[in-house]
T-cell receptor, first 111, second 113 residues
């Protein structure tokens, strides 16, 4: 079993839809949870990170962490064609120098 | 502009050759990392360095080597011992010991011909 599981998709939605991207994990030591966006043939860029359980909002993006279920989500409101990319979840722990990445979910937003 | 520069963008290697991928950062970050990305898999850590003249193996270090002689530079050599080197290689850096915000370069796509 992988430490971090992420559905690779692809996920195709119409413009304006609410998108839900998810990851599950097995290591209860993870405390920091990140979401990266990666455009085709580019390096990933950090969207946001959260510490422990709870929600965090940044513009159209909301990250949720449920540590009891070992489940994290990224919601994108009013999705735009420019949101079409691969979204990678990632996680690490206090004192941990290593970050564990999910395989990424490919998202297509159709105009 | 501050950032991480990887070169070349595309690299072709013949069987049995060693090749070196360049990674330079001007963010004044202490920590630097090399990842390998294959289709359908997450980023896998090859090597990381927390400070100049020091580096540690990641999960898939076999067939790779690195050096960290300068804070700004962390080159990766893919040796002939790496049996399946065709992949997308990403270099990253972060400011502190807690790697919650890594800045990535644009990647090098290595193909064995």
């Amino acid at each position: 079993q992988k430490e971090v599981e992420q559905d690779p998709g692809p996920l195709s939605v119409p413009e304006g839809a609410i998108v839900s991207l998810n990851c599950t994990y097995s290591n209860s030591a993870f405390q920091y949870f990140m979401w990266y966006r990666q455009y085709s043939r580019k390096g990933p860029e950090l969207l946001m990170y959260t510490y422990s359980s709870g929600n965090k909002e940044d513009g159209r993006f909301t990250a949720q962490v449920d540590k009891s279920s070992k489940y994290i989500s990224l919601f994108i409101r009013d999705s735009q064609p420019s949101d079409s990319a691969t979204y990678l979840c990632a996680m690490t722990w206090t004192g941990g120098f290593k970050t564990i990445f999910g395989a990424g979910t490919r998202l297509f937003v159709k105009a | 502009d501050g950032g991480i520069t990887q070169s070349p963008k595309y690299l072709f290697r013949k069987e049995g050759q060693n090749v070196t991928l360049s990674c330079e950062q001007n963010l004044n970050h202490d920590a630097m990392y090399w990842y390998r990305q294959d289709p359908g898999q997450g980023l896998r850590l090859i090597y990381y360095s927390q400070i100049v003249n020091d580096f540690q193996k990641g999960d898939i270090a076999e067939g790779y080597s690195v050096s960290r002689e300068k804070k700004e530079s962390f080159p990766l050599t893919v040796t002939s011992a790496q049996k399946n080197p065709t992949a997308f290689y990403l270099c990253a850096s972060s400011a502190g010991t807690l790697n919650t915000e890594a800045f990535f370069g644009q990647g090098t796509r290595l193909t064995v011909v």
